[in-house]
């Protein structure tokens, strides 16, 4: 008599994505939807108090004076507030790809504050270069160039040309012909963005080119610490859907 036939299904992830990109796309639909649906006076009030306004850091603006940890609140919150349906949109996908490589990589608590701090820092690199200025910037696109900054560092090279020595965390060096390539197209686009005032608007600006390059810079650099702080946390992980590690490999690279 034959026993039970048992079934091993291979279960994948919705389109491969972890969830905690799906949540964090989820808040920002949410911060956008309770943004869009108040009254507009109160959208006014969200913009003074949660936008990026670098003039509220250099000595006021529009009767706001910023003391204290709140100081601090701004260079978050504009992360989780969009202009509209496009900018919500474009963000969400541009997340999508290089968050999903991160949030393998790093695991959850890791990819949020990583999203957090790259976000922040982007914001601070827009302070110093627009300081005083009275243009609002909202948008979670810097935090999500330092999340492609590091999915840069993790992924394979584009062509077998920009193959290099991974570091001891599987990481490509700052140096490698790969980060060096896209370093160099990520700044000459958002420079381009910047002198030609392509995709922005009046009044709140959606798309701050400092930003980005900040945001990107911040993610190379911090690639490596947080994927030490991944190692001791939970083991090395592979950015690879499967979450396989194959480090121990000796005929393979770490992360092919």
Known sequence: MNGPVQRFESRQPLFLVPWPVLVLIGLLCTAYAAYALAPADLQQKLIVHYALIPAEYAGGAYGVHLRGLWRMVPLFSYQFMHGGLEHLGINSVWLLPFGSVVARRYGASLFFVFFLVCGALGA??????????????????????????????????????????RDSHGLLPLSSRQIVLWSVLWIAINVFAGLTGMGTGPGVQMIAWQVHIGGYFAGLLLAGPFAALADLNGGRRSPNKDWPDRSRDPGRGPWR
Do not use: K, T, Y
């Not at 690199?125 to 560092?153: P, T």
């Open 124 to 165: 601070v690199v827009h302070l110093i270069a627009n300081w005083g200025s009275f243009a609002a910037v909202i948008g979670a696109s810097g935090a999500i160039s330092g999340l492609m900054g590091a999915a840069f560092r993790m992924m394979e090279p584009i062509m077998p040309m920009l193959q290099a020595p």
